[in-house]
């Protein structure tokens, strides 16, 4: 149990155009999802926290209207990276907590590679 | 200073080695411990919670000590299939369920 999946798993796209990546638990509700940014040889940075039917908190730093969330079921989480340049080229991996656990885990998607030419 | 910091290695083994791997903290309000391994080009996966009694789960034993804010993780009879990278991820200062991510160690464990 406690599957998430991501698509696409990676994306090649030119610079100016956004890109839409999904997350979604598939045996379980997730009332919160995150989403994270990895860059080669660093590690995964938080950029926003995603909660069903309301706006997602953004980290400091990352722009909320270049990379848009919106977690419109408890099963689905969306981020679109808009007007997209080669300095967004990284690893995206959403992660989603069931909240229904006593300890903090999250269970991960195997993550979306976007490279922007 | 970076809320978790970790030796990024790599660290080269040979298989059938002991190694151990250390971790900081700097928040000492921090809940919740937790290593995880990454394989290459792959998300993270949890590998197992840490408590302050100390937790084995197999080859694995991970410590927590709070008074030095300070995590490890020892692997026993190293396996090739132990080759990954190594998160040491600490709920943040924020509360929650937000997990910050050290830089990992990399470990290679070899023939």
């Known amino acids: 149990g406690a599957v998430v999946s991501q698509h696409p798993s990676w994306v090649i796209c030119k610079s100016g155009t956004s890109v839409k990546i999904e997350c979604r638990s598939l045996?379980?509700?997730?009332?919160?999802m995150f989403w994270y940014r990895q860059f080669p040889k660093q590690s995964l940075m938080l950029m926003a926290t995603?909660?069903?039917?309301?706006?997602?908190?953004?980290e400091q730093g990352v722009e909320k209207d270049k990379f848009l969330i919106n977690h419109a079921s408890l099963t689905l989480s969306t981020l679109t990276v808009t007007s997209a340049h080669p300095e967004d080229s990284s690893f995206y991996i959403c992660?989603?907590?069931?909240?229904?656990?006593?300890?903090?885990?999250?269970?991960f998607g195997p993550g979306t590679r976007l490279t922007v030419t | 200073r970076k809320e978790v910091e970790q030796d990024p290695g790599p660290f080269n083994v040979p298989e059938g080695a002991t190694v151990a791997f250390n971790c900081t903290y700097s928040?000492?309000?921090?809940?919740?411990f937790f290593w995880y391994r990454q394989d290459c080009r792959k998300e993270p996966k949890l590998l197992m919670s840490v408590y302050s009694s100390g937790n084995e789960d197999g080859r694995f034993t991970a410590q927590l000590n709070r008074a030095s804010q300070y995590i490890s993780l020892l692997i026993r009879d190293s396996k090739l299939s132990d080759s990954a990278t190594y998160l040491c991820v600490v709920t943040s200062t924020g509360g929650g369920n937000k997990l910050t991510f050290g830089t990992g160690t990399q470990l290679k464990v070899e023939l």
């Open positions: 992660s989603a907590d069931p909240g229904d656990r006593g300890h903090h885990e999250q269970y």
């Open positions: 995603s909660n069903e039917g309301s706006k997602a908190t953004y």
């Open positions: 045996d379980f509700q997730a009332t919160t």
């Open positions: 928040n000492s309000a921090s809940q919740s």
